[in-house]
């Protein structure tokens, strides 16, 4: 074992945001800077002495050497036992999983999501704790203050370890058992789901397509839905996973999935499409000639959940995060349970899950999950949804008008201001914070303003603040407009901004959303003179 001396705090610029640490893959790549993240966490938990963790990652550029790094630090620090996955893989949710069904004390996450990767790209890393979800809030932020001062860290002299290779070495006192990134979570999939009747769908040749985008759900979705399910052979392309995701940005929406996408709106369309992202906790559905907005998917998932093996006594509550549309708030309501809003970051979820409050949730990022993990799960949306389509028998088409037919359509649409200078983005929340409390009862058009919010969450399980989550603009015709600055970006800030608006008359469910949406994005713009401050006139990327 030795000691490495820290001569710099280099990141301590930053606090772990939504989901750990993202920055570029060169920045983690310098002298001691994964080391000081890595040291800074097994001290917020109080070390690894005697403990277990599970490792992987979503392959992208740099995963398999800070495995190795990390490998050297725990058995310096005294853990007992690492789980890794073969070649240094893991999905997000199969680790999340790893970590419960093996009962392991936490577990290292190496992965930038959907941002792109290789070595001119992105890298991120975050710590999961016993319960397979995201670090709380509480953690990550002793994290970040423990890499403020840290001044040393430890690690161990070995040769590389073999990542390859099923089965278990030993190491001095620790243990390393290298598994199967797939099995233990095609198992869990199968308590889940009836496999029988997605299997008889594709039997009675029901089509899809599934992309993986080059990232980590290749293997997990070929194995599930071609071996295991019996899609036919080449249904999951871009299957095998690579260092930079075929040099594209595995972020499943109609912009990064554009071929999907417009395969699905040809007549070439198979009968469902998916994607998933870079770590496979996010999911893109679309059936034939229908695009599923992922708000008006969490809403569908928990109307039909009960039709489902594992939820068919019901949902025990609904949550979303507050910049998510009200869609899901609709079918709580209906069901008669509670409906929680929550915070953006799906840590926020985890108090809720183990509480038995909640089974499903979702984010408007594409991420949708239920308790049976504490993460999103990308390949489990993909899997409710056919197992839905197979006891409904009707398409993604007629499930969605179905639906708006019945709970109302709520409009919806993100826009994206990328690599905006970080001062501006400040000054522009800093700006509208301060007028919100004037914008109450202002008139816009022929509708006006409800009530304007700067949103903070008391957590109903443990009670812990969460202050500054985003600014809320509600119109009195059910349209709202929000604001944050994303908290994964890793260029300048970028500033995202929700638009919103519900529609119950039943003859204007079908309307084209940005025609909808676009009134709701002029009034934010003059409120809160958005261009004079950040400089932009148009959204980077439209969701
Ligand atoms: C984004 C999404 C958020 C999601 C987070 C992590 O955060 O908006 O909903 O939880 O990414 O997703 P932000 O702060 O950039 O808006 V993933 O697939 O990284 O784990
Ligand atoms: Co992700």
């Known amino acids: 074992m030795k000691t490495i001396a820290i001569t710099t705090t280099p990141f301590a610029d930053q606090k772990p945001g939504t989901s750990g640490l993202r920055k570029k893959t060169k920045v983690f790549m310098q002298e001691n800077y994964l080391e000081n993240f890595v040291q800074s966490t097994f001290d917020a938990i109080g070390g690894v002495k005697d403990k277990v963790l599970v490792l992987g990652g979503d392959g992208r550029y740099f995963n398999k050497q ?10 310096a620090s ?10 240094g893989l893991l999905s997000t949710p199969a680790a999340s999983n790893i970590i419960r069904t ?42 970040f203050e ?10 161990s002299d070995i040769q590389d370890i073999d990542l390859d290779t099923i089965g278990t070495q030993q190491i001095s006192a620790m243990q390393i058992e290298i598994i199967n990134p797939v099995e233990d979570y095609c198992l869990l999939m199968q308590k889940l789901f009836d496999f029988n009747a997605i299997k008889a769908l594709f039997e009675n040749g029901f089509t899809i397509r599934f992309d993986a985008m080059h990232a980590v759900t290749g293997p997990y979705a070929k194995r599930i839905l071609e071996d295991v399910l019996g899609a036919k052979e080449g249904s999951v392309i871009n299957a095998v996973p690579s260092e930079d995701f075929g040099q594209g940005h595995p972020d499943p929406n109609p912009v990064w999935a554009k071929p999907l996408f417009d395969l699905m709106m040809s007549d070439k369309a198979p009968d469902f499409g ?45 949550a979303r995060s507050m910049p998510t549309s009200r869609a899901a708030d609709r079918v709580a309501h209906k069901l008669g349970v509670s409906l929680y809003e929550t915070p953006t970051g799906w840590k926020f979820f985890g108090n809720l ?33 056919l197992n839905i389509l197979a006891m409904r028998k009707q398409s993604v088409a007629e499930i969605l008008n179905e639906h708006w037919l019945s709970f109302g359509r709520d409009y919806y649409s993100r826009y994206d201001f990328e690599a905006v200078p970080k001062e501006k983005a400040a000054l522009f929340v800093e ?4 007028k919100l409390g004037d914008l109450g009862g202002m008139p816009i058009g022929n509708t006006f303003i409800e009530n304007a919010t700067d949103f903070s969450y008391k957590d109903p399980v443990d009670g812990s603040e969460s202050l500054s989550q985003g600014c809320v ?45 676009t009134p709701i994005a002029e009034a934010f713009y003059q409120l809160t003179d958005f261009s004079s401050i950040t400089g932009r006139t148009a959204p980077d990327v439209i969701t």
């Open 146 to 155: 423990r890499t403020k001062i840290i001044t040393e860290y430890l690690t």
């Open 102 to 143: 093996y009962n392991a004390d936490g577990g290292i996450i190496l992965s930038a999501s959907h941002n792109p990767g290789g070595i001119e790209n992105d890298f991120g890393i975050k710590f999961n704790g016993k319960n397979g979800g995201p670090a709380s809030e509480t953690i990550t932020g002793a994290i």
């Open 473 to 517: 603009i509600n119109f009195n015709n059910g349209a709202r407009a929000v604001t944050r600055l994303s908290g994964t970006g890793t260029e300048g800030a970028t500033i995202r901004l929700y638009l919103e608006q519900y529609a119950d008359n039943l003859s204007d469910v079908k309307r084209d959303v940005q025609q909808v949406l």
């Open 431 to 434: 700006r509208l914070k301060s």
């Open 353 to 385: 899950l183990d509480d038995g409050r909640i089974t499903i949730c979702g984010e408007e990022s594409a991420g949708t999950g239920s308790s049976h993990v504490r993460e999103k799960d990308g390949l489990w949306a993909v899997l409710l949804w």
């Open 78 to 87: 005294g853990a007992s036992k690492l789980i890794i996955g073969q070649n």
């Open 66 to 75: 800070a495995i190795q790094t990390i490998v050297k630090m725990a058995l």
């Open 274 to 318: 998916a994607a998933s992202d870079g770590d496979g906790d996010r999911n893109m559905i679309l059936g034939r000639g229908i695009y599923v907005a992922p708000s008006d998917s969490l809403a569908v998932l928990a109307a039909n959940a009960h039709l489902v093996p594992h939820y068919k006594n019901g949902i025990s509550g609904v």
